[in-house]
């Protein structure tokens, strides 16, 4: 008896001295999805029962904000840990366009790909304008053992979508919606395709609730009471991102792969459309400005995390995390080394997660530039205080506007006059982390058109066309 407990009890203390298994990580992105969409996130009518159950299970991230306030930028940060200008990806990208993420950049899953991951991405990629073009990077380029993707929005709809393409093969007519769609290929991936003998990460990128917008007629009759046809449609169409994620929840418990998974939920920017008229019904949740725009309504989105046994269930973070924090906190999470050989703007928001923190130490401040969007087009927050100006910078003291968030959530007192030191304090800080920003990127910005990256001229647009033909 005395050696079977002391072979039990070599046997235990060998045991606890194994590493832990790595946790398997998932990205689920929405896209134009806006900080007051969601039932856990204030919405008095859009039914969000899967994340709504989800923000019960985990951390409610009520300062959690896109990289960029358009899709392609905020895609960019999430995968390199960079803020947009940096990365190279400084507006939206146009099918066609030049702008692209380079293979020069170190992403999320090829780092996580060398560390022994299975990697897959589901969904919209938005990442290049020459979309399954040899000539540009694609997903695989990028770290991705198994990809489905799109250039951009599902096309013709989210009904029936006919672009999507799988590892280089186009996939022709499906029949269903996009998000369900999407995360039916992923949970194919899950049971039938990834080496389950390693950890995975899997990105989930859906179109919901970006315009075109369809929606399955189960979502919409859950809204009998809307007599506005294009609300009914939008609000149908979050439900539907919704489902499609709960479907996927629900293959992680089948699976038991729900305790050993941290899974981040967020969205690329804020609501698209004037939010009455226009098609966009999304709700800013009574912040100021939505899609294209640098105030808070554009990149201020909701943000939800889950990790059992180390994040809180039903807890609330006020701290403010970014998307380009998510490649340092992954990293952090698995034991995988950051990269040395560049600037990362991003740090690891595990702390804010998990409560023991209050406040994150930032090397690089929160930092946006977008050349596109109407209003403000360059902005810096440093704890509470948040700065904004004309994209160009020249004309600063005309569009310059200074904001207290913490008194002042809904940006509707300017107090550059007021707190003239401190304006002109962080205006100094901002020119010099824009200089730096500037001279770590490529150019593009400064020779194509900020909409979409195309070239600005016909003459030009023959000579990209000629070089990418010759490529």
Known sequence: MRLLVALLSSFLILVSSLPAAQPNIILFLADDLGYGDLGCFGHPIIKSPNLDAFAKQGVRLTQCYSGSAVCSPSRSALLTGRTPHRNGVYTWIA???????????ITLPSLLK?????TCHSGKWHLNGLFNNPAQPQPGDHGYDWWMATQNNAGPSHENPNNFVRNGQPVGQMQGYSAPLVVTEAITW?????????????????????????????????????????????HANVTQMDHAFGMLMKELDEQKLTDNTFVFFTSDN?????????PGRGSSGGLRGRKRDLHEGGIRVPGLARWPGRIKPASTSDVPVIGSDLLPTVLGITGVA?????????????????????????????????HMAPNA??????????????????????????????????ETTDLKDKESQRFHELKGRLLETNAKVE??????????????????GPEEAKKRKKKNEVK
Do not use: C
């Open 439 to 456: 001279a770590d990127g490529p150019d593009w910005w400064k020779r194509l058109s900020p909409n979409g990256g195309k070239p600005k």
């Open 270 to 278: 804020g609501p698209e459309g004037d939010g009455i008229k226009s």
């Open 95 to 105: 099918e066609g366009a030049e702008v692209h993420l380079r293979t020069s950049e």
């Open 377 to 410: 087009k360059i902005a810096m927050r440093v704890d509470d205080w948040k700065i904004l100006a004309n994209a160009e910078l020249t004309e600063f003291e005309l569009y310059n506007q200074l904001y207290n968030l913490k008194d002042d959530p809904q």
């Open 190 to 234: 899950l049971k039938e395709k990834r080496d389950a003998s390693k950890p995975f990460f899997l990105a989930v990128w859906t179109h919901e609730p970006h315009y075109p917008i369809k929606s399955d007629p189960k979502f919409k009759a859950l809204y009998p009471d809307l007599t506005d046809d294009v609300q009914r449609e939008h």
């Open 114 to 118: 060398k560390a022994g991951y299975s």
């Open 338 to 370: 950051l990269p040395k050989d560049r600037v990362l703007d991003g740090v690891d928001m595990l702390p804010a997660l998990t409560g023991t923190a209050t406040k994150l130490e930032r090397p690089q401040p929160l930092f946006w530039r977008l």
